[in-house]
């Protein structure tokens, strides 16, 4: 009998840690929404400043690999800042996926909630920007974004998968 009691604590204790994880990993996911829209929120000049920076710290990291006149800045300011959404989208995917799957527990779900989530997240980016003095909305910004989000959502997935021995995949199939 006490055995009995013993083994409904602990899965009552699972059950209560099972749902905290859940909870965590959608606050994750909702913090970083949250850093999303507060880069959105800043100004053209504002973003632009911050994107410019790191590209010097970049090019400062790297010293003299490259000379000054081969150095096209535009154009690494434009990618830094498209891989900065491609990676953003990425965390967001995965954060996403993480939290579906430990709600759902289906790997195929997980991945189809990260994409759909980061999509219309992404959408809504856009528009968000087209309110922010000196921005606008890029629909290719979005198809980044969603790049970002697949590919990140594919290499977590691959990870998971391999991780159960190919189990995560072949059970739902």
């Known amino acids: 009998m006490e055995n009995n009691l013993q083994e409904r604590q602990s899965m009552m204790l699972d059950f209560k840690n099972h749902k905290l994880k859940i ?22 000049d504002e973003s632009s400043k911050m994107s410019s920076g790191l590209l010097m710290r970049i090019i400062d990291f790297f010293g003299n690999l490259i000379s000054d006149e081969e150095l096209d800045f535009e154009f690494l300011h434009l990618f830094i800042r498209k891989a900065a959404h491609f990676t953003i989208y990425g965390i967001l ?7 579906a799957m430990e709600t759902w527990g289906k790997l195929r779900k997980a ?14 980016d856009e528009l968000h920007q087209t309110m922010i003095a000196g921005r606008s909305g890029q629909l290719t910004d979005v198809l980044i974004d969603i790049a970002g989000a697949l590919v990140f959502l594919m290499i977590w997935a691959l990870w998971r998968n391999s991780r159960s021995g190919g189990k995560a995949l072949k059970a739902q199939a």
């Open 23 to 44: 909870y965590m990993y959608w606050c994750l996911a909702i913090l970083w929404m949250a850093v999303i829209f507060w880069f959105s929120a800043q100004e053209a």
């Open 93 to 99: 995917g995965t954060l996403v996926g993480q939290a």
């Open 111 to 124: 991945v189809g909630v990260g994409l759909k989530i980061s999509f219309f997240y992404a959408l809504s």
